[in-house]
């Protein structure tokens, strides 16, 4: 595989340069394809029968999980190459290092197999963003399979685990508000998972849930039933016009988790939120920490995969509502231009020891 048997090579053409990026790519190639293997096992539950670290054959593993045994051991096979597990090819038997089970599994802090899922989530549309290439417009959230259910997961990684240690603290005087009874919004809800922990530890205040899918609304209305939360609500809700429907101060604390990037109009929706903001009250919003500037994000740890979940979701639903496209990467810069339009007197923020991804705004009227 190279390049340079061709065309001929101009005198500033660098050979070396050419030999790496093809090692760098097949490398990639690898990688990616590991990532396919990790959420196969993930979603098919070979990953939580392996974390006891106990050495298995394939028929075993098979019998355990209750898969069938050729795709079982096909994916053994793979898993071997790729180092994610250990292999003894005097019993056949693999095993899943104790130190690979705490990052891909439920029983370390937290389980990165569940990012992998994005790779083949946004491979499903790729032939709709292709169209969006030559044509213009965007992919409708409706074409996006499990979207919402891979979203949940990853705010199980994000947000759940250190909501009522980090996240509400940010704002010093929230627990003890929530406490007492005080109501709260969140918008872009998706599943509700982040307002049913709240609504569940604070009894007395009320919550709301407004997100566009229709089935995340239905998914989260149905568990909140199930889990006896009469303090709280969903509704399903084009958030585009926010700045004109949003009932004036209204609310005490107004939530977003990674939401603000993909709405059809950001800024609308910003505008909104200081609007129903009563005036003692707090917006705790969580997005994507970025510059807003190509060149600032050249050392971001994840940045090529956040452009890449930009082109292939986050831009493209704005763009299919008829909206801005702000897109993934929209940056610390840029949202703090849109928070001052927005009308927030004071704006701060932060950046929590678990999350590389993610930064988190505290704002007040």
């Known amino acids: 595989m190279t390049a340079q048997a061709h065309t001929a090579a101009p005198s500033t053409f660098d050979t070396a340069r050419v030999a790496d990026f093809e090692n760098r790519f097949v490398h990639a190639l690898n990688e990616g394809a590991m990532l396919q293997l990790i959420s196969l096992a993930h979603r098919s539950g070979l990953l939580g029968h392996l974390a006891d670290g106990e050495p298995v054959t394939s028929g075993e593993l098979a019998a355990k999980t209750g898969l069938n045994e050729r795709y079982v051991r096909e994916w053994l096979g793979g898993a071997t190459v790729a180092a994610l597990v250990e292999h003894d090819p005097r019993t056949m038997t693999y095993r899943l290092p104790p130190e690979h089970a705490a990052l891909l599994t439920d029983g370390g802090e937290a389980n990165l197999a569940v990012f992998s899922q994005y790779l083949p989530l946004m491979g499903q549309v790729e032939d709709d963003v292709l169209e969006c290439f030559r044509h213009g417009g965007g992919v409708p959230y409706t074409r996006y399979a ?26 010093p005087e929230l627990p003890q508000r929530l406490v007492q009874g005080i109501d709260v919004l969140d918008l872009g809800c998706g599943r509700g998972l982040a307002l049913m922990k709240l609504a569940e530890r604070f009894p007395a205040s009320r919550f709301t849930g ?14 909140a039933a ?16 926010f700045d ?8 005490d604390l107004v939530t977003t988790f990674d ?37 600032g994000d050249r050392e971001h740890p994840m940045g090529t995969l956040l452009y890449t979940v930009s082109i292939m979701h986050c831009m493209s639903v704005s763009l299919a509502q008829g909206g801005e496209g702000l897109g993934t990467m929209w940056g610390r810069e840029k949202a703090r231009e849109y928070f001052g339009k927005a009308g927030f007197g004071s704006i701060e923020v932060h950046q929590l020891p678990h999350d590389i991804q993610n930064d988190y705004w505290v704002l007040r009227p």
């Open 259 to 295: 939401a603000i990037h993909d709405q059809a109009q950001p800024l609308n929706l910003l505008k909104g939120i200081r609007r129903t903001l009563r005036e003692d009250g707090v917006y705790l919003a969580q997005d994507i920490h970025a510059s807003s500037y190509h060149h």
């Open 226 to 241: 199930r889990l006896g939360l009469g303090n709280l609500r969903f509704e399903q809700r084009d958030l585009s016009d």
């Open 146 to 171: 499990r979207f919402h259910e891979v979203m949940a997961e990853d705010s199980g990684q994000t947000v759940l685990p250190v909501l009522f240690d980090a996240i509400l603290p940010l704002a």
């Open 244 to 251: 004109r429907t949003a009932p004036a101060q209204r609310y």
């Open 210 to 223: 407004y997100d566009l899918s229709k089935e995340a609304i239905g998914w989260a209305t149905q568990r």
